[in-house]
T-cell receptor, first 115, second 115 residues
Framework: AQTVTQSQPEMSVQEAETVTLSCTYD???????LFWYKQPPSRQMILVIR??????QNATENRFSVNFQKAAKSFSLKISDSQLGDAAMYFC????????????FGKGMKLTVNP | ETGVTQSPTHLIKTRGQQVTLRCSSQ?????VSWYQQALGQGPQFIFQ???????GRGNFPPRFSGLQFPNYSSELNVNALELDDSALYLC????FGAGVNYGYTFGSGTRLTVV
């Protein structure tokens, strides 16, 4: 079974600075997808960024980028120029590339952005 | 384009009762998944419906059941409620076609409290 581990329960960052959230996962599959979701107090899970395992290039979405290390099974999220609106719970998630469509989530990490 | 709508937003039930939670999928989506998110945890996959049939199930007992309707809306039913069923229940819809899942849209969840 696949597992996703987020070892840091909480982090804080100063506004306009950069922060990196870590995530490791375990799988025996070669075809899969990885995601970072943001969950603000509104409770809705919002997709931040997505990475296909077959792509060597790290995904980037504006201020958000990932460092995908397939051999190490590591998938970290870098937030540049942090904004107050980035404060939320962040979840790392895994989805198999074949068969099950379910998302496997980590326990999450609370990010605080200080003005 | 409408998003995913869940109702009710909050609910309090007594142990042993039954509950029905509802989800309206995003327009154009044909797949719906349900997740249980206990306090301080990441979401756990309950099951997924595609074309009105269950298409994958997580490690949840049979008292958790669901339906998907022709308009792709969905219900989650939980019988014989237990205190541990207290959680946020999230619905996520997606479009699945030609073997490809085009990504999930989550609702804001139903907060269920069992007393």
């Amino acid at each position: 079974a696949q597992t996703v581990t987020q070892s840091q329960p909480e982090m804080s960052v100063q506004e306009a600075e950069t922060v990196t959230l870590s995530c490791t996962y375990d799988t025996s599959e070669s075809d899969y997808y990885l995601f970072w979701y943001k969950q603000p107090p509104s409770r809705q899970m919002i997709l931040v960024i997505r990475q296909e395992a077959y792509k060597q290039q790290n995904a980037t979405e504006n201020r958000f980028s990932v460092n995908f290390q397939k051999a190490a099974k590591s998938f970290s999220l870098k937030i540049s120029d942090s904004q107050l609106g980035d404060a939320a719970m962040y979840f790392c998630a895994y989805r198999s590339g074949s068969g099950s469509e379910k998302l496997v989530f980590g326990k999450g990490m609370k990010l605080t952005v200080n003005p | 384009e409408t998003g995913v709508t869940q109702s009710p937003t909050h609910l309090i039930k007594t142990r042993g009762q039954q509950v029905t939670l509802r989800c309206s999928s995003q327009s154009g989506h044909n797949t719906v998944s349900w997740y249980q998110q206990a306090l301080g945890q990441g979401p756990q996959f309950i099951f997924q419906y595609y074309r009105e049939e269950e298409n994958g199930r997580g490690n949840f007992p049979p008292r958790f059941s669901g339906l998907q309707f022709p308009n792709y809306s969905s219900e989650l039913n939980v019988n014989a409620l237990e205190l541990d069923d207290s959680a946020l229940y999230l619905c996520a819809s997606s479009f699945f076609g030609a073997g490809v899942n085009y990504g999930y849209t989550f609702g804001s969840g139903t907060r269920l409290t069992v007393v």
